[in-house]
């Protein structure tokens, strides 16, 4: 009698998710299964062809090209943004005015991508805003889209759409950190930049791994900006995984794009448990 | 909280011991602070940078009250060609509502953009709503086989970018015949995960006693979820909600690589060509109607917003 109404108070928690997860199920679960699976047959016939997808990719130039930018991208803006928002954070903690000024950074959070795209050419155009100021200054300017300086762009618009965001993590650390341990150190005779220093920072070491993964994921974001502004075929530079992967599907590669889908997805699993790894033991 | 007064205790007494090794920087920095010049410094900074951070939305606005002519003559060099550079335009010297007029009598297929976009995020957002929350009641509140399982899966599924999951999308949505449909777009929104994930979050912080107390009572299951999950987690709710809107209100990918009638697209994929004096200040107007809502939103919910974003980051 006890077993059984044990086993109908198991069976209730499984209803609640039961039409969540049938449609997880049928949304991601076995289609991601089909994925696997294609990803080891050929594209015409369907026979196993062992790793050969994954050699072909490996070998093809716009895949390694895509992997270097968003590999590139990752590492030069991610921390960027990770501190900019941390000083940000500081500054604006416990002030009067912090409120108005973390919602002007949010802001961009807001706005669609469309509406970013737009003000983006106007700016950075070859006769565009960014020139005109440069100008100014007697600096020449240049086609900012068309360029090498493409990739510096989409840094700039990643860190302007989520510097906001982070700033709101960061502020939820800060805000975990009693005020008496602060207090106590002002009475040992310890400045702000010490306090900065000693008690903050190690206190936020917690947030920061959030921070890094969340940040990480927004990254990916980033290409709809890029997308709008310079298409499917973008200056090298800013050739992303997410143009490879629209370009493959518009030309039915999808041999290449299982294979290459499969590889990301173990990429980030392994990054994001890496990072935790990593944390865990600091801790 | 202990280790840290004895950290500055210890710091102090070897500040005494070997005083002239503190750094001369420290010594100058710590005193800049204390005139509290670096932080009005830094503040300065991050006004500047604010309102740098708000030009485009402020530009965007201002842009699409302007005349024909008076956008011409700050934005000809890029919407005409002509030699010379785009100015920077502030406000509009004789403001006009000309586009939108324009939009709104002469254009019958950005209507119906906009109600597309309409009928994505809110079909998304209903779905959401009624199958995201369940689940996430169901996780924070009940003991069943595989949990832990059925929860890494969610995590997962939550972190994983659009390309990846996005030739799985279209196999499915093939088979189901849904390609070049709205429900192609809205059906997987339904059953995405990080709404589940977030409002899990708020609800595990609703107490078990008053749950174990409202049941002595005689309270049944589905009353629990009514009388105490939705009223108590209501914030957690909206922050989802919020965060929702946002993401679909300006849903690129999946509509761009889904949907090939362009009866169905929505506002979000929608880019005006501003390479022609009579559509640039349509474009400005469209897009002001495209981020009113998203701004909406944003200010009326940004308290929950910013409780959502925290939800998100808290460590499994």
Request: aromatic share 16%; glycine share 8%.
């Amino acid at each position: 009698m006890i077993q059984h109404h044990q086993n109908c108070k198991n069976l209730r928690g499984l209803i609640w998710i039961l039409p969540s997860f049938l449609g997880v199920l049928v949304f991601y679960l076995l289609p991601y299964a089909d994925v696997v699976r294609r990803s080891f047959t050929g594209a015409v016939e369907n026979s196993f062809v062992g790793l050969e997808n994954y050699r072909a990719i490996l070998g093809n130039t716009a895949f390694c090209l895509a992997v270097k930018n968003t590999f590139l991208f990752t590492v030069i803006c991610i921390p960027i943004l990770i501190v900019a928002a941390l000083v940000c954070a500081a500054v604006l903690d416990r002030s009067k005015y912090g409120g108005i000024v973390k919602s002007a950074f949010l802001m961009p959070m807001a706005l669609p991508a469309v509406s970013v795209a737009l003000m983006w050419r106007l700016l950075f155009h070859g006769q565009g805003m960014v020139n005109q100021c440069l100008g100014n200054f007697g600096i020449q300017g240049c086609d900012w889209m068309n360029g090498k300086n493409a990739f510096w762009i989409l840094v700039g618009s990643y860190i302007w759409k989520n510097l906001g965001y982070d700033i709101v993590l960061w502020m939820a650390g800060l805000s975990g950190i009693s005020e008496n341990i602060y207090e106590a150190a002002r009475v040992d005779g310890a400045g702000e930049w010490q306090c900065f220093l000693k008690i903050t920072l190690p206190n936020l070491k917690p947030s920061l791994y959030t921070i890094t993964v969340l940040s990480f994921l927004n990254s990916f974001k980033v290409f709809r900006e890029s997308y709008l502004v310079a298409g499917d075929y973008p200056h090298e530079s800013i050739y992303m995984m997410q143009h490879l992967f629209n370009n493959w599907f518009r030309n039915f590669s999808f041999d290449k794009m299982a294979a290459a889908a499969v590889m990301e997805s173990v990429v980030m699993l392994v990054f994001i448990l890496l990072l935790q790894k990593v944390w865990d033991r600091k801790e | 909280m202990l280790s840290h007064v004895m950290i500055g205790e210890s710091k102090k007494h070897r500040g005494i011991g070997i005083k002239n090794k503190e750094n001369i920087w420290h010594r100058v920095w710590e005193k800049l602070c204390r005139m509290h010049l670096v932080r009005k410094l830094l503040w300065g900074v991050l006004a500047v940078l604010a309102v740098v951070v708000l030009y485009p939305v402020f530009f965007l606005i201002s842009g699409s009250f302007m005349g024909d002519d008076e956008l011409v003559r700050y934005l000809g060099a890029v919407i005409t060609g002509k030699e010379g550079y785009v100015d920077v335009p502030l406000l509009p010297y004789y403001p006009t509502f000309s586009h939108f007029v324009e939009i709104f009598l002469d254009s019958p297929e950005f209507f119906v953009m906009f109600w597309n976009s309409i009928k994505i995020t809110f079909g998304v957002l209903a779905g959401q709503l009624l199958v995201g929350i369940m689940a996430a009641w169901g996780f924070a509140k009940y003991q069943f086989p595989w949990k832990k399982g059925f929860f890494l899966i969610y995590m997962i599924l939550m972190l994983l970018p659009f390309q990846v999951l996005m030739l799985s999308d279209y196999l499915v949505l093939d088979q189901l015949k849904l390609t070049d449909s709205l429900w192609g777009i809205i059906l997987p929104g339904i059953f995405s995960t990080f709404p589940v994930f977030i409002v899990y979050r708020f609800f595990t912080e609703i107490p078990d006693s008053l749950i174990e107390s409202a049941k002595l009572d005689g309270a049944r299951e589905w009353q629990l979820f009514w009388h105490i999950a939705l009223p108590i987690g209501s914030s957690g709710i909206i922050a989802s909600m919020v965060l929702g809107f946002l993401e679909y209100w300006s849903l690129i990918e999946q509509p761009m690589t889904f949907l090939k009638d362009k009866s169905l697209f929505p506002l979000s994929i929608f880019l005006p060509d501003i390479t022609a004096v009579s559509k640039s200040g349509m474009a400005f107007a469209a897009s002001v109607i495209t981020f009113f809502p998203a701004i909406l939103v944003f200010l009326g919910g940004q308290d929950y917003l910013e409780q959502g974003i925290m939800a998100g980051a808290v460590k499994e």
